[in-house]
Antibody, heavy 119, light 108 residues
């Protein structure tokens, strides 16, 4: 059974960089049939797609966040990572990593990690 | 960018009721639409993809329909475990994804 697990700091200072890692187990991140993505959800609000990566390294980002986002992959560790720079309180959210399939739907999700931006 | 809207934003229903949620895309997305269920404190769960294909393990009381710009999610007979928030998501370009704002289904 595929599992995804987010990890990283739960508290980030304003103007600094949010860094999270998603570890994939029970399957290979080098699957040719899947992409991997990050989605966030501010407290009490809806879902926002942040960006996605293919195991070969090609990336796609939400245009509204593109200038601040970097997603990378480490196939040797079966992990992919998110960096979001120059964070503000508006970036406080539960961050999920997920896998999506050839139909563009997210079929496996991590449990989510709350990242709070505060001084 | 493709924008997604959902209606209603919330609905109160009783066990056994038929519930229908509508999702509309700002431009045609063929059948590139998925539906998710999210319960408080949990990650979203994929219910339907390709507008009408039921994800493995999802009860058959859930169904989806539509193409182009207008889509619906129907729960034929609401069960206690179905009280949750439901989101639609478009994947028309396969490169840029957008979620709808969500519809909360609560107990009448």
């Amino acid at each position: 059974q595929l599992q995804l697990q987010e990890s990283g700091p739960g508290l980030v200072r304003p103007s600094e960089t949010l860094s999270l890692t998603c570890t994939v187990s029970g399957g290979s991140i080098s699957s040719t049939s899947h992409y991997w993505g990050w989605i966030r959800q501010p407290p009490g609000k809806g879902l926002e797609w942040i960006g996605s990566i293919y195991y070969g390294g090609s990336t796609h980002y939400n245009p509204s966040l593109k200038s601040r986002v970097t997603i990378s992959v480490d196939t040797s560790k079966n992990q992919f990572s998110l960096k979001l720079s120059s964070v503000t309180a508006a970036d406080t959210a539960v961050h999920y990593c997920a896998r999506y399939n050839i139909w563009g739907s997210f079929d496996y999700w991590g449990q989510g990690i709350l990242v709070t931006v505060s001084s | 960018d493709i924008q997604m809207t959902q209606s209603p934003s919330s609905v109160s229903a009783s066990v056994g009721d038929r519930v229908t949620i509508t999702c509309r895309a700002s431009q045609g997305i063929d059948r590139w639409l998925a539906w998710y269920q999210q319960k408080p404190g949990k990650a979203p769960k994929l219910l339907i993809y390709d507008a009408s294909t039921l994800q493995s393990g999802v009860p058959s009381r859930f169904s989806g329909s539509g193409s182009g710009t207008d889509f619906t999610l129907t729960i034929s007979s609401l069960q206690p475990e179905d009280f949750a928030t439901y989101y639609c998501q478009q994947a028309n370009s396969f490169l840029i994804f957008t979620f709808g704002p969500g519809t909360k289904v609560d107990i009448k």
